[in-house]
Protein backbone atom coordinates (compact mmCIF):
# COMPACT_ATOMS: atom_id res chain seq x y z
CA UNK A 1 0.00 0.00 0.00
CA UNK A 2 1.37 3.38 -0.51
CA UNK A 3 1.57 5.85 2.06
CA UNK A 4 3.09 9.90 1.97
CA UNK A 5 4.26 11.08 4.62
CA UNK A 6 4.27 15.29 5.22
CA UNK A 7 6.66 16.08 7.91
CA UNK A 8 5.88 19.51 9.89
CA UNK A 9 2.31 20.09 9.74
CA UNK A 10 2.84 24.19 10.02
CA UNK A 11 5.82 25.69 8.53
CA UNK A 12 6.79 29.45 9.11
CA UNK A 13 8.73 32.02 6.59
CA UNK A 14 9.21 35.40 6.19
CA UNK A 15 8.59 37.19 3.19
CA UNK A 16 11.34 36.51 0.56
CA UNK A 17 12.71 33.34 2.36
CA UNK A 18 13.29 30.03 1.17
CA UNK A 19 10.50 27.73 1.01
CA UNK A 20 10.81 24.08 1.90
CA UNK A 21 8.09 21.41 2.25
CA UNK A 22 9.10 18.25 2.63
CA UNK A 23 7.46 14.81 1.67
CA UNK A 24 8.48 11.16 1.63
CA UNK A 25 6.59 8.15 0.38
CA UNK A 26 6.48 4.81 0.30
CA UNK A 27 4.99 2.57 -2.99
CA UNK A 28 6.01 -0.79 -3.86
CA UNK A 29 5.91 0.68 -7.62
CA UNK A 30 7.20 3.31 -9.63
CA UNK A 31 4.81 5.85 -8.24
CA UNK A 32 3.41 8.98 -9.20
CA UNK A 33 3.87 12.12 -7.23
CA UNK A 34 1.84 15.32 -7.13
CA UNK A 35 1.71 18.82 -4.79
CA UNK A 36 -1.85 20.18 -4.20
CA UNK A 37 -2.50 23.82 -3.28
CA UNK A 38 -5.28 24.65 -1.38
CA UNK A 39 -6.77 28.00 0.02
CA UNK A 40 -9.11 28.09 2.33
CA UNK A 41 -12.68 27.08 1.55
CA UNK A 42 -11.61 26.13 -1.41
CA UNK A 43 -10.79 23.37 -3.84
CA UNK A 44 -7.31 21.98 -4.69
CA UNK A 45 -5.28 22.99 -7.09
CA UNK A 46 -2.79 21.25 -8.74
CA UNK A 47 0.99 22.67 -8.25
CA UNK A 48 3.14 20.43 -10.05
CA UNK A 49 3.54 16.38 -10.72
CA UNK A 50 6.34 13.89 -11.58
CA UNK A 51 4.97 11.10 -13.93
CA UNK A 52 8.44 10.21 -15.96
CA UNK A 53 11.48 12.01 -17.29
CA UNK A 54 13.57 14.82 -15.65
CA UNK A 55 13.13 14.22 -11.92
CA UNK A 56 13.10 18.27 -11.26
CA UNK A 57 9.76 19.17 -11.96
CA UNK A 58 8.35 23.31 -12.14
CA UNK A 59 5.18 24.12 -11.45
CA UNK A 60 3.07 27.34 -10.88
CA UNK A 61 4.23 29.97 -9.14
CA UNK A 62 7.60 29.70 -8.83
CA UNK A 63 7.53 26.01 -7.20
CA UNK A 64 9.41 23.33 -8.10
CA UNK A 65 9.93 20.32 -6.72
CA UNK A 66 12.72 17.12 -7.07
CA UNK A 67 12.29 12.94 -7.39
CA UNK A 68 14.95 11.42 -5.63
CA UNK A 69 14.01 7.57 -5.84
CA UNK A 70 16.96 6.34 -3.69
CA UNK A 71 15.53 8.28 -0.73
CA UNK A 72 11.83 8.25 -1.69
CA UNK A 73 11.39 11.92 -1.10
CA UNK A 74 9.76 14.22 -3.22
CA UNK A 75 10.15 18.08 -1.75
CA UNK A 76 8.55 21.10 -2.31
CA UNK A 77 10.56 24.42 -3.12
CA UNK A 78 10.31 28.16 -3.96
CA UNK A 79 13.48 30.50 -3.82
CA UNK A 80 11.48 33.53 -2.50
CA UNK A 81 8.16 33.23 -0.34
CA UNK A 82 5.38 35.58 -1.00
CA UNK A 83 2.61 36.74 0.94
CA UNK A 84 0.08 34.73 -1.47
CA UNK A 85 1.67 31.24 -1.04
CA UNK A 86 0.02 31.37 2.47
CA UNK A 87 -1.96 28.24 2.00
CA UNK A 88 -2.38 24.46 2.49
CA UNK A 89 -0.01 22.11 0.65
CA UNK A 90 -0.76 18.46 0.06
CA UNK A 91 1.71 15.90 -1.48
CA UNK A 92 0.17 12.76 -3.14
CA UNK A 93 1.06 9.57 -4.52
CA UNK A 94 -0.63 7.16 -6.82
CA UNK A 95 0.49 3.95 -8.61
CA UNK A 96 0.72 3.44 -11.90
CA UNK A 97 -2.05 0.53 -12.16
CA UNK A 98 -5.50 1.19 -13.57
CA UNK A 99 -7.02 2.92 -11.05
CA UNK A 100 -4.60 5.85 -10.08
CA UNK A 101 -6.44 6.66 -6.55
CA UNK A 102 -4.04 9.10 -5.39
CA UNK A 103 -3.20 9.13 -1.47
CA UNK A 104 -2.51 12.54 0.35
CA UNK A 105 -0.72 13.10 3.28
CA UNK A 106 -2.07 14.88 5.43
CA UNK A 107 -0.93 18.55 4.74
CA UNK A 108 1.67 21.13 5.41
CA UNK A 109 -0.12 24.88 6.67
CA UNK A 110 2.63 27.61 4.89
CA UNK A 111 2.31 30.74 6.78
CA UNK A 112 4.50 33.81 5.39
CA UNK A 113 5.16 36.41 7.32
CA UNK A 114 5.76 39.94 6.78
CA UNK B 1 -14.87 26.73 -19.17
CA UNK B 2 -14.42 23.31 -18.15
CA UNK B 3 -14.61 22.37 -14.47
CA UNK B 4 -16.11 20.54 -11.42
CA UNK B 5 -19.38 22.10 -9.67
CA UNK B 6 -20.03 21.35 -6.65
CA UNK B 7 -23.44 22.30 -4.79
CA UNK B 8 -24.45 23.58 -2.38
CA UNK B 9 -21.25 25.43 -1.02
CA UNK B 10 -22.26 25.20 2.60
CA UNK B 11 -25.11 22.52 3.62
CA UNK B 12 -26.64 21.58 7.35
CA UNK B 13 -28.30 18.62 8.55
CA UNK B 14 -29.96 17.38 11.26
CA UNK B 15 -29.43 14.14 13.11
CA UNK B 16 -31.06 11.46 11.64
CA UNK B 17 -31.57 13.17 8.19
CA UNK B 18 -30.02 12.04 4.85
CA UNK B 19 -28.28 14.63 2.89
CA UNK B 20 -26.93 14.56 -1.05
CA UNK B 21 -24.32 16.61 -2.07
CA UNK B 22 -23.96 17.20 -5.77
CA UNK B 23 -20.91 17.19 -8.10
CA UNK B 24 -21.31 17.66 -11.75
CA UNK B 25 -18.31 18.18 -14.80
CA UNK B 26 -18.24 18.85 -18.16
CA UNK B 27 -14.34 17.56 -18.70
CA UNK B 28 -15.58 14.14 -20.21
CA UNK B 29 -13.49 12.85 -17.26
CA UNK B 30 -13.99 9.02 -17.38
CA UNK B 31 -12.94 8.87 -13.70
CA UNK B 32 -14.44 11.05 -10.92
CA UNK B 33 -14.03 10.46 -6.71
CA UNK B 34 -14.80 11.64 -3.36
CA UNK B 35 -13.16 12.65 -0.60
CA UNK B 36 -13.54 13.87 2.83
CA UNK B 37 -11.40 16.12 4.49
CA UNK B 38 -10.68 16.60 8.42
CA UNK B 39 -8.36 19.28 9.79
CA UNK B 40 -5.21 17.66 10.46
CA UNK B 41 -6.39 14.61 8.68
CA UNK B 42 -5.60 15.48 4.65
CA UNK B 43 -8.07 13.69 2.51
CA UNK B 44 -9.73 10.92 2.65
CA UNK B 45 -11.32 8.30 -0.36
CA UNK B 46 -15.15 8.00 -0.05
CA UNK B 47 -16.11 6.24 -2.82
CA UNK B 48 -14.71 6.54 -6.92
CA UNK B 49 -15.99 5.33 -9.83
CA UNK B 50 -13.63 4.76 -13.54
CA UNK B 51 -16.76 4.30 -15.41
CA UNK B 52 -20.55 5.08 -15.67
CA UNK B 53 -23.02 1.94 -13.70
CA UNK B 54 -19.60 1.31 -12.15
CA UNK B 55 -17.99 2.54 -8.31
CA UNK B 56 -16.17 0.88 -5.94
CA UNK B 57 -15.11 2.09 -2.18
CA UNK B 58 -12.65 3.68 -0.59
CA UNK B 59 -11.01 3.62 2.65
CA UNK B 60 -13.94 5.50 4.68
CA UNK B 61 -17.37 4.45 2.79
CA UNK B 62 -19.03 3.61 5.63
CA UNK B 63 -22.12 5.44 5.95
CA UNK B 64 -22.32 6.80 3.13
CA UNK B 65 -23.94 5.75 -0.83
CA UNK B 66 -23.12 6.93 -4.84
CA UNK B 67 -24.76 6.34 -7.92
CA UNK B 68 -23.27 6.76 -11.18
CA UNK B 69 -25.92 7.21 -13.89
CA UNK B 70 -24.01 9.22 -16.46
CA UNK B 71 -20.71 10.49 -17.04
CA UNK B 72 -21.08 14.44 -16.04
CA UNK B 73 -22.50 13.26 -12.41
CA UNK B 74 -20.96 11.47 -9.12
CA UNK B 75 -23.23 12.42 -6.27
CA UNK B 76 -22.86 11.35 -2.81
CA UNK B 77 -25.22 10.65 -0.33
CA UNK B 78 -24.27 11.35 3.16
CA UNK B 79 -27.03 8.84 5.21
CA UNK B 80 -28.16 8.92 8.88
CA UNK B 81 -25.91 6.19 9.41
CA UNK B 82 -22.89 8.53 9.35
CA UNK B 83 -22.34 8.92 12.83
CA UNK B 84 -19.65 12.14 12.31
CA UNK B 85 -20.60 13.82 8.82
CA UNK B 86 -19.33 17.24 9.63
CA UNK B 87 -16.81 17.85 7.17
CA UNK B 88 -15.25 19.52 4.39
CA UNK B 89 -16.48 17.18 0.93
CA UNK B 90 -14.38 17.16 -2.29
CA UNK B 91 -15.21 15.88 -5.62
CA UNK B 92 -12.42 15.55 -8.06
CA UNK B 93 -12.65 13.99 -11.26
CA UNK B 94 -9.38 12.38 -13.60
CA UNK B 95 -8.39 12.91 -17.63
CA UNK B 96 -5.91 10.23 -17.84
CA UNK B 97 -3.32 8.38 -15.99
CA UNK B 98 -0.46 10.95 -14.82
CA UNK B 99 -2.53 13.99 -15.35
CA UNK B 100 -3.42 13.98 -11.54
CA UNK B 101 -7.19 15.32 -10.34
CA UNK B 102 -9.02 18.12 -11.36
CA UNK B 103 -10.97 19.11 -8.04
CA UNK B 104 -14.35 21.13 -7.32
CA UNK B 105 -14.81 23.81 -4.88
CA UNK B 106 -16.07 21.49 -2.26
CA UNK B 107 -19.42 21.51 -0.13
CA UNK B 108 -18.88 21.77 3.83
CA UNK B 109 -21.32 20.07 5.97
CA UNK B 110 -22.47 20.54 9.28
CA UNK B 111 -24.75 18.41 11.57
CA UNK B 112 -27.21 20.82 13.73
Known amino acids: AQSVTQLGSHVSVSEGALVLLRCNYSSSVPPYLFWYVQYPNQGLQLLLKYTTGATLVKGINGFEAEFKKSETSFHLTKPSAHMSDAAEYFC????????????FGKGTKLTVNP | DGGITQSPKYLFRKEGQNVTLSCEQNLNHDAMYWYRQDPGQGLRLIYYSQIVNDFQKGDIAEGYSVSREKKESFPLTVTSAQKNPTAFYLC???????????FGSGTRLTVV
Open chain 2, 92 to 102: ASKRELGFGYT
Open chain 1, 92 to 103: AVSDTGGSEKLV
